[in-house]
């Protein structure tokens, strides 16, 4: 049995110390614009490979048994777009989405929506809705991914802002009793806990409004790759460079 010539395909995070992975990895899927341009693709083909690269990621890090994901998909920036690529990008979120909403039964995860989904197509908006109310009802579901769509992070800043205002002049809130947990609570985010690794692929070397109050004590984690080429294999080694570093949260 001539089997020695085939290298043996690593197990999933290999390497990796389990007991040390992160609770909840941020990515920030950049450069799928960029792949396409290299090829000679429109940038919608850019936009359909990082789908594809969505999905194997997100699969990879449920394997991996880390509970939370959150990916940036559409920025309250990004309707800068021209009219083509914004709905190329609306398209494939419909359709990655009506899958997920499919197998998350299966596969054990649930989705949530980080972002002002009212500047949405109502049908859009529609699938959206379902698609938490679907995960709300999978039973024992260790893995939540956290979709991040028309998300700005002074945008989801502003509206808590407005939301805890509100409730102060209904007598609900109390000025002197805001603390940063209290408004936690009024953010897209309220329930999970803040990203301990941020991952940024495509070389920039900034945070685009992404998270802006909840990367307070994230680790980042750049590289060069591009979303599009972002293998399981870059997410071990962002993984492998999460756990060599020292967290102090300002203490000694
Ligand atoms: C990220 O890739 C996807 C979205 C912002 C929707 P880009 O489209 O920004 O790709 P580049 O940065 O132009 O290469
Ligand atoms: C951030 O990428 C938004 C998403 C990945 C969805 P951009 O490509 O929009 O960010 P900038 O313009 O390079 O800062
Ligand atoms: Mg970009």
């Known amino acids: 049995m001539a089997f020695w010539h085939k290298k043996p395909k690593p197990a999933a995070g290999e390497g990796l110390d389990p007991s040390r992975l992160p609770r909840h990895v941020a990515i ?11 090829r000679g693709l429109p940038r919608t083909a850019g936009h359909a490979a990082g789908a594809e690269t969505f999905r194997t990621i997100a699969y990879r890090c449920r394997d991996l048994g880390i509970p939370y994901l959150t990916v940036y998909a559409f920025s309250t920036e990004n309707w800068k777009r021209p009219v083509e690529e914004v709905s190329a990008i609306m398209d494939l979120l419909r359709k990655y989405l009506a899958e997920a909403l499919e197998k998350m039964e299966r596969d054990g995860f649930r989705i949530k929506f980080f972002g002002d989904l009212a500047a949405l197509t109502p049908e859009l908006r529609q699938l959206c809705l379902e698609t938490e109310e679907t995960g709300q009802g999978v039973a024992g579901a260790k893995y939540q991914i956290n979709v991040c769509l028309n998300y700005g992070g002074r945008d989801e800043i502003l509206r808590a802002a407005k939301s805890w205002a509100r ?86």
């Open 167 to 252: 409730d102060v002049l209904a007598g609900r809130q109390q000025v002197e009793e805001l603390t940063d947990e209290v408004f936690s609570r009024y953010l897209d985010s309220r329930g999970v806990p803040d990203p301990d690794l941020i991952i940024r692929p495509s070389g920039e070397l900034r945070l685009s409004n992404f998270l802006p109050w909840q990367a307070a004590y994230a680790e980042f984690y750049f590289t060069d790759v591009l979303w599009p080429d972002f293998s399981p294999g870059v997410l071990d080694e962002a993984l492998a460079d999460f756990q060599r570093r020292q967290r102090r949260f300002g203490g000694v």
């Open 28 to 38: 920030i899927m950049d450069g799928n614009g960029r792949w396409a341009k290299k």
